[in-house]
């Protein structure tokens, strides 16, 4: 079981970039998939989260009415549409996925992690 976020880079604030998170080794509509992020020195919280079917999304306060996470099952990938970036979007962006149906915003709940991507947001 592997997953591979990429798709990170630097932006100008209010641009836009678009997050993917490959899953091989399984079938990744079997799973919910979160998005997560840590920025410097600060703790890892949840971005948005996605369930299995894809009939529910969750999304943080912080990026709501801006981020849109999807899945396509026929890629096994799942994407995290981030638009009007700002500079507190800057962190390490990582992938998970739990083997259960129901997505959740809780690091705690996800046991597999692809390795992060970086986001950097200018001012």
């Given at each position: 079981?592997?997953?591979?976020?990429?798709?990170?880079?630097?932006?100008?604030?209010?641009?836009?970039?678009?997050?993917?998170?490959?899953?091989?080794?399984?079938?990744?509509?079997?799973?919910?998939?979160?998005?997560?992020?840590?920025?410097?020195?600060?703790?890892?919280?949840?971005?948005?989260?996605?369930?299995?079917?894809?009939?529910?999304?969750?999304?943080?306060?912080?990026?709501?009415?801006?981020?849109?996470?999807?899945?396509?099952?026929?890629?096994?990938?799942?994407?995290?549409?981030?638009?009007?970036?700002?500079?507190?979007?800057?962190g390490v962006y990582s992938c998970a996925g739990k083997v259960?149906?129901?997505?959740?915003?809780?690091?705690?709940?996800?046991?597999?992690?692809?390795?992060?991507?970086?986001?950097?947001v200018s001012s």
């Amino acid at each position: 079981v592997q997953l591979q976020a990429f798709g990170g880079g630097l932006v100008q604030a209010g641009g836009s970039l678009r997050l993917s998170c490959a899953a091989s080794g399984f079938t990744s509509d079997h799973y919910a998939i979160g998005w997560f992020r840590q920025a410097p020195g600060k703790e890892r919280e949840g971005v948005s989260c996605i369930s299995s079917s894809g009939g529910s999304t969750y999304y943080a306060r912080s990026v709501k009415g801006r981020f849109t996470i999807s899945r396509d099952s026929a890629k096994n990938t799942v994407y995290l549409q981030m638009n009007s970036l700002k500079p507190e979007d800057t962190g390490v962006y990582s992938c998970a996925g739990k083997v259960k149906p129901v997505a959740t915003m809780l690091g705690a709940d996800y046991a597999y992690w692809g390795q992060g991507t970086l986001v950097t947001v200018s001012s």
